[in-house]
């Protein structure tokens, strides 16, 4: 799934030249649905994934679009001294619901000069111990607060 969408996400991109983070989430899901065939077979791979677009303003200001499919944006605000998020869409690129059409919605913050953005990927949240329990959200959250503490 990453070779593919690292590919198709070129596409969207540098050649078709779409920067608004919604309009490449669902141009990306079409293309997987095409490129898996998922209309024709039994394929119900799928990904979640969160972009963003970083656009400096003034003095040390950046105004953040972001759009994300079942994986949301966290940022540090250090004029608060506090985590944010902001929401993902509930819903995957691809997968079992292919047939639904899909619109992704854009969210934007202006962040200032020393705060920090978090994107990650479902592979961590969803890691299990020992004991087969899932690390969980709640789990990333504290680990960010604890280390921004630290900082």
């Known amino acids: 799934m ?17 920067y608004e983070p919604n309009v490449i989430l669902e141009n990306l899901q079409n293309n997987i649905v095409k490129a898996l065939k998922q209309k024709n077979t039994d394929n119900k791979d799928g990904m979640d994934l969160c972009l963003c677009r970083i656009e400096k303003v003034s003095d040390g200001k950046a105004d953040i679009t972001f759009a994300g499919a079942k994986r949301a944006l966290y940022y540090y605000s250090n004029e608060t001294k506090s985590i944010a998020k902001l929401e993902a ?31 990650s990927s479902d592979g961590y949240v969803d890691q299990n111990n ?4 899932r690390f969980g959200t709640y789990s990333f959250i504290t680990i960010l ?3 921004l503490k630290k900082k």
């Not at 020992?130 to 329990?133: D, F, I, L, S």
């Open 2 to 18: 990453s070779i593919i969408s690292s590919q198709l996400l070129s596409e969207i991109v540098i050649e078709k030249h779409i």
């Open 89 to 119: 869409n509930r819903f995957s690129i691809g997968g079992i619901n292919y047939k639904k059409i899909r619109t992704f919605d854009n969210q934007q913050v202006i962040l200032s000069k020393n705060d920090i953005i978090y994107l």
């Open 130 to 133: 020992a004991e087969r329990k």
């Open 145 to 147: 607060t604890i280390l």
